[in-house]
């Protein structure tokens, strides 16, 4: 018994030792001296920051058997090496300990050598080695991302016995090749990965391709290929399985006839082209497709029916195409899918919602169908999902679905769930505890609903989120972070602006050590300063603003700048000095707080460093004294706005050095002198904004030359004087020019119908409004302040769409041009105060667009014209104070406007004024050409004859009773 137990114990003991030996290459012979010596050599030449190649370390001194080598694995009874495995993971985890140097053709003595893998390393561009074409024992050759540049070299083609082929060129290098004729030697090669390298010059790669009767796995994702060739009977090898094509941009719409006819695909990636129409019904014959990705493509109509019959689908994805229609509820029958994508198709919708069919969705593991319209109760939506699909659904997308009603308890079934994407709906009431049940979530996104209530303390049991975004509800209530954050530990992204929360945090509370971004605007954070703050190292992105926090920001904060690339404490009450903060800040915003003193230790620091300020925002202060002249060293800026302080002096010359400028704002201040010259110097200006100072001189010429990007000029309530300059005509992008409140004068231009964003009532996004993008996110949207209606009006998420013209109050006259109605897209237009004479335009109605228009107070004669009546958008009119006559249009537009629109017209009639029209009463001034004419000579002559007639019969009533006074006499 015992010699039969000792039998077993051996048996396992040898066999563990072979197991073994299989991997480490350690049993049978070692590796001979000319192969170890050629690994030496060929290790000599690489950079190994990682040593990942450490165990060859003992071989300088001629000890160890190569096969015991990390990485290296030998045929178990000759000791040759026959496998190299040096390829690392992808360089996103391990780019600081690659592999790099370069390649010695020590190589070529690993005559066995089967296998090479380097992929993912970095080679800094060098070429692919010629070299590696004459070790011919290859059968598997990965050079995927591995950092080569340049030809491939064709000597490749001798690697007959080639099976695995990688080859895909890594992102900061450009691999090419200028033919492919030489893939016609690898008859044995049935995998071929040539992503990202760029086939733009070789028009032979379908030609030799189909050469290859093995292949069963091709991948040209990225290759620049220019177009399909459109070969009738291309005669692929039919056991091709795998075919992507992915992102190339082909010059031609349709999908090549000869993919319909590769029977065996069961992938087939297509995204990322040019491709339209309907998605082709050929593609109803690759019957056993399980992944198909049609994504970032134009295909449109109708999801098919016939779609539905491809049973063995697994992935279906059809992002961001033009599809419409209604989805068919026999999308059911694809009951093996374990992802679907049919986001962003803007047209495309689910008549009644998610359907019964969705049922039978068993394996769903990813649903992503933002911006279909789905019109349904989330609550309903989720209990559908969770018949089959509760354990197993790890991604959730319904973004901007329509999707109304609460989320209810049910939420918690679906324990794997890892993302959920629920935001721009119309979800309302609490959130539920059942949040807490969901252990793997690690990304929500909650953001633009309506939900309200308390934020639930289970969130704090959700250990593995990482991204939270709860911003633009109504929720409301205490947040004790002890509590609703205390198993958070791996929290990074947190964001739940827009709600009104207080939160109450212990003087020694300490958040999760990983946060990178954190938003709490609108919270109720204050009154002191958040000391918790202190000591988050990974902390890059911070928004407190409208927090009510009154305490000055201290010292230690400041000095933790140099982490932060965006800084929000806008509308809170900070006071004091603003003190230097680190040049790596892009975005930094403290508006509307009690901020006080000069800039000038905060603009002219360290003038010699470059400092990469995207958007500085120092508006609604305190701040005094000059402007400082020291912008040369913020060269990255794209928006400055300092509105609305005590700065005196003039605009420094050195802003003309910001060449980078897209915005601009310095209103309502007391700055004097003129507009400075090197203002020209900023080119890609979309806005300026230098009203309510006391600006003087004439506007300059060079605004219409050098700054002909404008979309907004202000420069309202200053000293200017002189005329408006005809070059400002040349301003063809702008939506938004106001010059009001000055001592302009002269005739209007009669080019003003030359601004093209005017002219076109189209209300599309192609007129310039100013996005600053900083982390992936839009930070800054431009915003103005317009007087329109008769009131002051703040535009900022509509501004794209806002049109508007005003020159009130100056001393502008002569005629109003009739070119100005030429501008169909204005929306306001305000002239008032001025001293135009004439008639108004006659024709008014082109400006079909025109919501507002003011031209009180001037010296306007004639008639209102008939066309005002047809401006169905016009909802304020303020003719009062002209010279104006006649009859006013009647139209229930005009005739619902109050009578102080038209009063201080004295020969004015009609509704909605109370006096009346009478018909023999003269109308000085009133009509239109000939026909005013005809009624005055009319009225002058019927006059006259009036006059004549009462005259003789006076005359004849004196003269006959003076004869009967004689008479009776």
Not at 266 to 288: D, E, H, V, W
Not at 538 to 566: A, Q, V
Request: hydrophobic share 40%.
């Amino acid at each position: 018994m015992i010699s039969l137990l000792t039998t077993v114990l051996i048996v396992l003991l040898v066999s563990a030792i072979w197991m073994g030996g299989l991997w480490d290459g350690t049993l049978g012979a070692g590796c001979s001296a000319d192969e170890r010596e050629a690994l030496l050599k060929f290790k000599a030449d690489l950079e190994d920051p990682r040593n990942w190649l450490s165990s060859w370390l003992s071989s300088w001194v001629g000890q160890g058997d190569c096969c015991t080598w990390s990485r290296v694995v030998c045929d178990n009874h000759t000791g040759h090496v026959t496998q190299l495995h040096l390829g690392l993971p992808r360089p996103s985890y391990w780019h600081n300990s690659v592999l790099s140097g370069k390649l010695n053709p020590s190589l070529l003595e690993l005559k066995y050598l089967g296998y090479l893998d380097l992929s993912y390393n970095d080679f800094h561009g060098i070429p692919i080695p010629s070299f590696l074409g004459l070790m011919t024992s290859l059968n598997t050759l990965y050079l995927d991302g591995a950092g080569f540049g340049g030809l491939i070299p064709h000597q490749l083609g001798n690697l007959s016995k080639l099976q695995q082929l990688g080859i895909e060129a890594a992102a900061d290098y450009v691999l090419y090749a200028d033919s492919l004729s030489w893939l016609s030697g690898l008859s044995s090669l049935e995998f071929l990965d040539f992503s990202k390298v760029d086939l733009s010059n070789a028009s032979d790669w379908l030609d030799m391709i189909i050469t290859l009767p093995s292949l069963s796995e091709l991948y040209l994702s990225h290759c620049q290929i220019p177009h399909i060739p459109p070969l009738a009977n291309v005669n692929m090898s039919s056991s091709l399985s795998a075919l992507s094509l992915y992102h190339n941009q082909f010059g031609q719409t349709f999908v090549p006839s000869w993919v319909f006819h590769l029977k065996n695909l069961t992938y087939l990636n297509l995204a990322y082209n040019t491709f339209a129409g309907p998605i082709p019904a050929q593609l109803q014959n690759l019957t056993s497709l399980r992944t198909l990705d049609l994504s970032f493509n134009y295909f449109n109509h109708s999801v098919p029916n016939w779609l539905y019959g491809l049973h063995h689908l697994e992935k279906l994805d059809l992002y961001s195409n033009k599809l419409d229609g209604r989805v068919s509820t026999e999308i059911g029958n694809l009951s093996s899918l374990i992802y679907l994508d049919m986001s962003v198709n803007y047209g495309l919708e689910f008549e009644r919602g998610i359907p019964d069919s969705f049922k039978s969705f068993c394996q769903l593991r990813s649903l992503s169908l933002r911006y279909v319209k789905l019109n349904q109760n989330v609550s309903e939506l989720l209990e559908i999902l969770g018949v089959c699909a509760s354990g197993t659904l790890q991604e959730l997308s319904l973004s901007s679905c329509q999707l109304h009603g609460q989320l209810t308890d049910r939420i918690g079934m679906f324990k794997n769930l890892n993302l959920l994407k629920l935001q721009n709906n119309s979800i309302s009431g609490p959130l539920p505890i059942s949040f807490g049940e969901m252990k793997s979530l690690y990304h929500v996104d909650l953001s633009r609903n309506k939900i309200n209530g308390r934020f639930p303390t289970s969130f704090g049991a959700l250990a593995g989120l990482s991204y939270v975004d709860i911003s633009q509800n109504a929720m409301h209530g205490v947040v004790l972070p002890e509590i609703h954050f205390a198993n958070l530990t791996k929290l990074a992204y947190f964001f739940a602006s827009g709600n009104h929360m207080v939160f109450k945090a212990k003087p020694d509370w300490v958040p999760s050590r990983l946060i990178q971004m954190l938003n709490l605007e609108s919270w109720y954070v204050g009154p002191g300063f958040p000391h918790w703050l202190n000591g988050l190292q990974y902390l890059s992105s911070l928004d407190l603003s409208n927090t009510g926090i009154s305490e000055p920001i201290p010292d230690w904060f400041w000095s933790m700048s140099s982490r932060f690339y965006y800084l929000n404490f806008s509308s809170n009450c900070l006071e004091g000095p603003l003190p230097t903060v680190s040049s790596n800040l892009t975005f930094l915003d403290l508006s509307n707080n009690l901020l006080s003193g000069n800039l000038v230790k905060f603009l002219c620091f360290n003038p010699a460093e470059t400092r990469t300020t995207q958007y500085l925002n120092l508006q609604g202060n305190l701040f005094s004294g000059e402007i400082p002249d020291c912008w040369k060293n913020w060269q990255s800026l794209e928006a400055l706005k300092l509105s609305s302080n005590k700065f005196t002096g003039r605009i420094p010359n050195s802003i003309g050095t910001l060449t980078s400028l897209l915005s601009l704002h310095i209103q309502n201040n007391s700055l004097t002198g003129d507009i400075p010259l090197s203002l020209g110097n900023c080119s890609k200006l979309l806005a300026v904004d230098l009203g309510y100072n006391e600006l003087v001189g004439e506007i300059p010429r060079w605004v219409g030359k050098w700054l002909s990007k404008l979309s907004i000029l202000n420069l309202r309530a200053n000293k200017f004087h002189g005329s408006m300059p005809v070059e400002l005509c040349h301003l063809q992008f702008v939506q938004i020019l106001d010059l009001s409140h000055n001592s302009l004068s002269g005739s209007l231009p009669a080019c003003l119908g030359n601004f093209s964003a005017m002219a076109t009532s189209d209300n599309s996004d192609d007129i310039a409004v100013i996005y600053i993008f900083i982390g992936g996110g839009e930070v800054y949207r431009e915003n103005q302040i317009l007087s329109t209606k008769g009131r002051f009006v703040d535009y900022s998420t509509i501004l794209n769409y806002v049109r508007s013209v005003d020159l009130s109050c100056n001393n502008f006259s002569g005629v109003i041009p009739g070119e100005i109605t030429d501008l169909k897209g204005l929306h306001y237009l305000n002239l008032s105060h001025n001293l135009f004479s004439g008639r108004m335009p006659e024709a008014l109605h082109k400006m079909e667009s025109l919501e507002s228009l003011d031209l009180s107070v001037n010296q306007l004669s004639g008639v209102v014209p008939p066309g005002l009546a047809s401006l169905t958008f016009l909802c304020y009119l303020n003719l009062s104070y002209n010279n104006l006559s006649g009859k006013i249009p009647s139209s229930t537009q005009l005739q619902s406007f109050d009578s102080w629109s038209f009063i201080g017209n004295r020969y004015l009639c009609g509704p909605p004024l109370n006096n009346g029209c009478s018909v023999r009463k003269a109308v000085p001034g009133s009509g239109n050409g000939d026909e005013d004419d005809e009624f005055l000579w009319f009225s002058v002559i019927t006059s006259l004859g009036f006059v004549a007639g009462f005259a003789v019969t006076v005359w004849s009533f004196f003269f006959g009773l003076s004869n009967n006074v004689l008479w009776i006499s």
